[in-house]
């Protein structure tokens, strides 16, 4: 359980929340019948070694909410007090998102990344506010609060997907509302600029784009990057954010630009892959097995990768200076830790 009181996440959030959390996406055995425990406590050990705050217990693959809490259980125990692990409360209905925080909450997840359901079809702020109250109102958790353009409010609510005046709202009513995670209005960087100067003083302000990152971590004091597939760098994302707090300004120009031609590939397989407004989490699972996470199959429905994308990724990093993984694609598949 949490050790803050839901009056208490603000402070909490401002203490503990230094740093960067990346994903751990959900492993499963050979035949997909049930999660590889293996697999999970590998992932989460690797991303200890790699100097993450914390992880996302990604929701967003076939996985029933038994199985989903046995997973956070796993990375939990696995964690220790050392790791923060973050539900992500992402399930179809807001029935179902309270059921999964109140479980998350008793499997020993500190922190909730709040996400709408795909049915959901706001046509008002008032609307947006309500669905957001109800899932933070179940739990005593600090609370991570998401404009994106994935929700699909942009056209019919606010360019910047959830505006100021109704974060202002949030932040006044719901008291564990702790983080924004500023997205809003993506690829434009207004959202995290607006969320810092409006808010920052009172909730930790995230920036999970690492292209975004290092470049405005050097003019604005940035403590949190969460979440984000930050696994496909390795430990390059918690190393540039220690560089950031000391003012090494000219060491994380000279990483940004190394991780460049990574960056551009990267940014090209989400174009290409993150169709009808939903994640690849296929891709951020092999993104992650390039820098030695488990990898391993994923149950349908599950978007593809092939060949080419795989490759270019390698690739990619391979042109940075980086060491990935050289093991046949077809290892992918299986995982680092078949069961």
């Known amino acids: ?177 702790a983080v924004i995670k500023a997205e809003g209005g993506f690829p434009s960087i207004m959202g995290l600029v607006e969320a810092y100067r409006l808010f920052g003083d009172e909730v930790v302000i995230s920036c999970p784009i690492e292209g975004e990152l290092l470049p405005l971590g050097q003019l604005i004091p940035i403590q949190l990057s969460a979440t984000s597939d930050h696994e496909f760098w390795g430990p390059t994302i918690p190393h540039a954010m220690n560089l950031l707090r000391e003012q090494r300004f000219d060491e994380v120009t000279e990483l940004y630009w190394k991780m460049h031609p990574a960056r551009k590939v990267k940014g090209q397989m989400a174009q290409q892959l993150n169709g009808g407004h939903f994640i690849d989490r296929q891709l951020w699972k092999f993104q992650g097995w390039l820098q030695g996470y488990n990898g391993g199959p994923l149950r349908l429905p599950t978007q593809k990768i092939h060949d080419p994308q795989m490759g270019a990724l390698r690739k990619g990093l391979l042109d940075a200076g980086f060491e990935p993984s050289m093991d046949p694609f077809n290892e992918f598949f299986i995982g680092r830790n078949p069961v």
Not at 25 to 30: C, V
Not at 111 to 121: K, Q
Request: charged share 25%.
């Open 1 to 177: 359980m949490a050790n803050y009181t839901k009056s208490e996440a603000r402070d909490w959030a401002r203490e503990r929340l230094i740093g960067a959390v990346n994903c751990t996406i959900p492993s499963f055995t050979t035949n997909l019948t049930k999660i590889n425990e293996k697999g999970i406590r590998h992932d989460v050990r690797l991303a200890k070694q790699h100097g993450f705050l914390g992880s996302l217990a990604v929701s967003e693959v076939n996985i029933t909410l038994p199985e989903y809490l046995e997973f956070m259980e796993i990375m939990k125990d696995e964690g220790g007090d050392d790791l923060v692990v973050v539900h992500h409360g992402s399930w179809s209905t807001l029935e179902q998102n309270i059921e999964a925080v109140l479980g998350a909450e008793a499997a020993g997840a500190e922190l909730v990344l709040l996400s709408y359901p795909p049915n959901f079809y706001p046509e008002s702020e008032q609307e947006i506010f309500d669905y957001t109250k109800a899932v933070c109102d179940a739990t005593n958790l600090a609370v991570i609060v998401f404009p994106m353009f994935l929700w699909g409010f942009s056209q019919r609510i606010h360019p910047s997907d959830i505006p100021a005046r109704l974060l202002r709202r949030m932040i006044d009513e719901i008291p564990n509302v």
